[in-house]
């Protein structure tokens, strides 16, 4: 089905898009209005690979990476990675100094990637 018109509800904060058993796949967007800044500034930290303006301190244990730390110039911790390599995927959990934090999944036979995000 295609659209070339807006589609809007009848009524305000009443109608849902999908369900929790019948998920949409894709979504393409170029805005998300509505979306709390806060929350936004906090999935940008949890997805960068590397915090601009921090430090980060590896831990390897028996030959694997299974933290890092990321510190600004205060020292104070802005966010801890932890890693956990198993035979079929790998789990990284970011977690932030506010408590947010996102559980990135890769499964190694796939190499298809989940992201769960959870609010402070």
């Known amino acids: 089905m295609n659209f070339g018109v807006n589609v809007l509800p009848t009524t305000t904060?009443?109608?849902?898009?999908?369900?929790s058993a019948k998920k949409w796949d894709d979504i393409y967007i170029d805005k998300l209005n509505g979306v709390d800044a806060?929350?936004?500034a906090s999935i940008r930290?949890?997805?960068a690979s590397e915090i601009e303006g921090t430090s980060q301190t590896p831990t390897i244990s028996n030959g694997n990476l299974t933290q890092?730390?990321?510190?600004?110039?205060?020292?104070n911790t802005i966010r801890t990675d932890v890693i956990s390599v198993g035979s079929t995927q790998v789990v990284e959990t970011r977690?932030?100094?506010?408590?947010a934090s996102a559980v990135i999944t890769t499964n190694?036979?796939?190499?298809v990637t989940t992201i769960t995000y959870t609010s402070a």
């Open 108 to 111: 190694l036979s796939t190499l």
């Open 68 to 75: 890092i730390v990321h510190k600004d110039g205060s020292n």
């Open 45 to 47: 930290l949890l997805l």
């Open 13 to 19: 904060n009443t109608f849902t898009l999908g369900t």
């Open 38 to 40: 806060e929350v936004v």
């Open 95 to 99: 977690t932030l100094n506010t408590g």
